[in-house]
């Protein structure tokens, strides 16, 4: 079983320039997240979405768009990318209540 | 929404020693759920607790929930090079809300 896939898993950006990132998943699970994780700050919500068609903020959603395309994939972009947003991101999926299965991450650096 | 503060925020052990790591509410949880991170890697799922005083073991490490559903414990026994990493007991924001509160975890790092 796959689980959570996330590509790219590693990129370099320039200020400004925008990208996308992508997250899968197969466990026919209703909800998907968007984390990013910076040294000391442990992980913090960026957006997430209860169910297909649904999508919410989280703690920390400014400078960032996401696209609920299909109940199995959920993307995160950034539009204009700042040197602010050098993170680990990591995608997440779960059924309702159930625990969250994490994707390995992708390692973004704005320079 | 609901906040978890963790403590402590790192710790250091010597191996074969205990580690204890703790999560306090000040709200009644309705669960609470554990995960470990190992460096460079992503969280993965533990274990969940539901029930006032529920106690769940895995092998040397011991789950604890608090009678009135506001804390919970994880402790290791005779800590191994294998337990290094970042443990979260994340929680939910709130009422109806799938939201798990992170925070910033426990660093424990394992000197053998």
């Known amino acids: 079983n796959a689980g959570v896939t996330q590509t790219p898993k590693f990129q370099v950006l320039k200020t400004g320039q925008s990208m996308t990132l992508q997250c899968a998943q197969d466990?026919?699970?209703?909800?998907m997240y968007w984390y990013r994780q910076d040294p000391g700050m442990g992980l913090r919500l960026i957006y997430y979405?209860?169910?297909?068609?649904?999508?919410d903020k989280g703690e920390v959603p400014n400078g960032y768009n996401v696209s609920r395309l299909n109940k199995r994939e959920f993307s995160l972009r950034l539009e204009s990318a700042a040197p602010s947003q050098t993170s680990v991101y990591f995608c997440?999926?779960?059924?309702?209540?159930?625990?969250?299965?994490f994707g390995d991450g992708t390692r973004l650096s704005i320079l | 929404g609901q906040q978890v503060m963790q403590i402590p925020q790192y710790q250091h052990v010597q191996e074969g020693e205990d580690f204890t790591t703790y999560c306090n509410s000040s709200t009644t949880l309705s669960n609470i759920q554990w995960y470990k991170q190992r460096p460079g890697g992503h969280p993965v799922f533990l274990i969940q607790l539901v029930k006032s005083g529920e106690v769940k073991k895995q092998k040397r490490l011991t789950f604890q929930f608090g009678e009135a559903k506001k804390n919970s414990s994880l402790h290791i026994t005779a800590t191994q090079t294998t337990d290094v990493g970042t443990y979260f007991c994340p929680a939910y924001s709130g009422a109806g809300s799938y939201q798990l509160t992170f925070g910033k975890g426990t660093k424990l790092s394992v000197i053998p």
């Open positions: 466990m026919n699970h209703n909800s």
């Open positions: 997440a999926s779960s059924g309702g209540y159930q625990p969250q299965h």
């Open positions: 979405s209860a169910s297909e068609g649904t999508t």
